[in-house]
């Protein structure tokens, strides 16, 4: 049978989409499933655009084949950004303890430099982004083929210009790239087998920006996680962040006593240096790293190889025993001393040091996409109704509202820093990465 193109792949899918949506519902099981064996990092696009879509091609996904780009008419949910001042919320950020609030929308962001938009191929297919001032980088949903989903792209919206700013290995996927401070890294993965099932190989991969040299900073192999059907049993790339010049990053890590253990890792790039380690119970969802404080999400899984929502955790300098933040919570963003969340509820968090408390951005059940945050702000996107396409908001610690981003149609997955806000998405056919400068 000849091999498929790309055009009569995307043909195929978009008309399954079209002949499922309206029918179809994504299973928590199912989703656990593509989360396990396609693991996106920071800035991926939200849970919610994957509801309504059939689950014959959430399979497809994990075995390989990967959608087109991710399209607005496969979004669910209310809308409804919807901060409130006066709400506060327990350490623990509970579903019992979670405030009620009325959403509050106020005028659209006023950009100090106007919206700027790069448009990507239309069979581009987004997986995670994340961005410094106008630069953003990001990958793409894997494939088992080699041609697909194979680089880095490196998108300038100061210039209004793209390029491929690496390309994985022979038979690798890149996976979770991450811009700080001048350098990118993102981890380089194969699978032993070619639906992504077995042992997953990976090494990790450093880019200056200003040389354009790269190197490898470390690698290993994940095994397949015990007791959980099929091959490839949760085994998966090691998640990463990076904050300058310090990496943090999880490999797995089993002893007699932490049979699913992992540990995490914060690597300074000047030195080569391990400078902290923390062991964990259980299997790492997402990193994350400022100013030399750790955050991560761990799945804790029991023995018949069930999980339950990930635990939000946090490690300081100064206090390097880990703390809990919140028992709902899969970390989405930490920069700049601000860490961002969403629950298994569909409602958006924050919280910043020393006390780490809980604090809502958005109403419960709001349906608002993972967050991203910086000192002072967090923006998210949340899905459109009656088919309309979603849409980018910007909430403000200072004054507890969010407002809406102007020129934000089509936005799924977005980024904070450096003063300015980025996302990506698009309406109808479009693929686009758009960003513009905050007062």
């Given at each position: ?258 049979p699913l253990g992992w540990q995490i890792r914060i690597l300074d790039l000047v030195t080569g240096q391990i400078q902290r380690s923390i062991s964990t119970e259980s299997e790492i969802d997402g990193v994350g790293l400022s100013g030399g404080t750790l955050a991560y999400s761990e799945i804790l899984v029991d023995a018949a190889g069930g999980s339950t929502p990930p635990r939000l955790m946090i490690s300081t300098p100064d206090h390097p025993t880990p703390a809990l933040v919140t028992d709902d919570g899969g970390l989405a963003s930490f920069r700049q001393g601000r860490l961002a969340w969403g ?97």
């Open positions: 049978m000849p091999e498929e193109t790309d055009d009569q792949l995307a043909a195929r899918l978009r008309q399954a989409l079209a002949a499922q949506a309206a029918s179809v519902e994504v299973t928590d099981a199912a989703a656990r499933v593509a989360r396990a064996r396609v693991r996106a990092g920071r800035r991926r696009v939200p849970s919610w655009a994957l509801a309504g879509v059939a689950a014959a091609l959430i399979v497809a996904l994990v075995a390989g084949v990967g959608f087109v780009a991710w399209r607005n008419h496969t979004e669910v949910g209310p809308s409804g950004p919807s901060p409130s001042a006066s709400e506060s919320a327990t350490a623990s950020g509970s579903a019992s303890a979670q405030p009620s609030g009325t959403p509050t929308v106020t005028s659209e962001v006023t950009p100090t430099i106007g919206l700027t938009v790069v448009s990507l191929p239309s069979t581009y297919r987004f997986h995670s982004m994340t961005s410094d001032g106008p630069l953003a980088v990001l990958d793409e949903v894997g494939g088992a083929n080699d041609s697909l989903a194979a680089d880095v792209v490196l998108v300038d919206l100061a210039h209004g210009t793209r390029k491929v700013l690496a390309t994985a290995a022979a038979g690798y996927h890149p996976y979770q790239p991450v811009i700080s401070g001048g350098n990118v890294a993102w981890v380089e993965g194969r699978y032993s087998n070619p639906d992504f099932s077995g042992p997953c190989e990976w090494h990790i991969v450093v880019m200056n920006l200003s040389s354009g040299q790269t190197r490898t900073v470390a690698s290993g192999v994940s095994s397949p996680r015990p007791n959980t059907p099929g091959d490839g049993g949760g085994a998966q790339y090691a998640p990463i962040d990076l904050d300058g010049t310090q990496l943090a990053y999880a490999v797995q890590d089993t002893t007699a006593a932490r629950d298994s509820t569909g409602r958006v968090w924050t919280a910043v040091g020393p006390s780490w408390t809980p604090g809502p951005v958005t109403a419960p059940a709001s349906g608002a996409g993972e967050p991203a945050a910086s000192a002072d702000q967090v923006s998210y996107s949340v899905p459109g109704t009656a088919g309309g396409p979603s849409s980018l908001w910007l909430w403000d610690a200072k004054t507890g509202t969010s407002t809406l981003v102007p020129g934000s149609d089509g936005a799924l997955i977005s980024g904070l820093g450096g003063g300015w806000i980025t996302w990506a998405g698009g309406v109808g056919d479009s693929v686009t990465v758009s960003g513009m400068s905050l007062p």
